[in-house]
């Protein structure tokens, strides 16, 4: 269950804005609890779920190897740009922007499957 966000949480930044890198901002942490998770749940719009892992990099965290199954699976190309939106302390929303700057349309592919056969009645 979401909780709604308290006074000091609309102070925190609610999304961030990538290219491919995999590079998550330090200003999200405090999204985390102010740990990060070994790994995290990404949404894409036709509502599947990517499992990638989190791993630190010279003081910084990235999404390990699975990001980089992402982009290939995805077919997304230098010049796209991903929008993460914080669903909860373990979900991040992704929203795929191609060249034009137009939202990609994702479908399922590779290490991940509609929610409802993830989690069944879990999300009624």
């Keep these: 269950m979401i909780r ?34 070994e790994t995290i749940k990404l949404k894409i719009s036709t509502d599947c779920i990517w499992e990638v892992g989190l791993k630190e990099e010279d003081g910084k965290i990235v999404m390990d190897a699975r990001w980089s199954a992402f982009v290939k699976a995805h077919d997304l190309k230098i010049g796209y740009f991903t929008v993460f939106k914080r669903i909860d302390t373990r979900s991040l929303k992704v929203l795929v922007f191609d060249h034009e700057n137009c939202e990609k349309v994702i479908k399922c592919k590779g290490n991940h499957a509609p929610l409802e056969e993830q989690y069944g009645s879990q999300l009624k």
């Design 4 to 37: 709604p966000p308290n006074a000091s949480e609309q102070t925190r930044p609610g999304s961030f804005c990538k290219l491919l890198d995999g590079l998550i901002p330090s200003a999200f942490k405090p999204w985390f609890e102010g740990l990060w998770p």
